[in-house]
């Protein structure tokens, strides 16, 4: 592979949880007369852990593209908490959208999951992560 081809993969894998995660608080901030009704509560959860679950598995991808410290893998986990929050409460303030704390833990359990299957899946056969 090119020296070129390599940089523009390392950037996609940089960018792609960038634009996953501006897709995710357009969505979070679409009135909710203008969304599909969901009448099954849990097709709603799913939906939150799915959609940050994917974003975990994104910025897991971009992790193995860089040599980060274990230190800056929590620290981004930790904005990405503190996000998942924040996209939940800006709900507030778009028409016919309310916050909810099962919401923000589904977006968390989604995060969490992701966390784990990085450590777990980890290539250790590469450099080890300090």
């Not at 950037?11 to 995710?24: Q, R």
């Amino acid at each position: 592979m090119s020296k070129h081809n390599s940089k523009l993969k390392s950037d996609v894998k940089l960018w792609a949880p960038v634009g996953w995660l501006v897709l995710i608080w357009i969505v979070s901030s679409i009135p909710s007369q203008k969304l599909p009704s969901q009448k099954i509560f849990n097709i709603d959860k799913i939906a939150h852990f799915t959609e940050y679950f994917l974003l975990a598995l994104l910025v897991n991808s971009s992790f193995r593209e860089r040599n980060l410290r274990k230190k800056n893998i929590w620290w981004i986990y930790l904005a990405l908490f503190i996000i998942a929050g924040l996209d939940e409460y800006h709900q507030r303030f778009i028409p016919g959208r309310s916050v909810c704390i099962e919401d923000y833990l589904a977006n968390a359990s989604g995060l969490a999951v992701g966390l784990i299957f990085f450590w777990m899946l980890y290539d250790r056969s590469k450099k080890p992560i300090s």
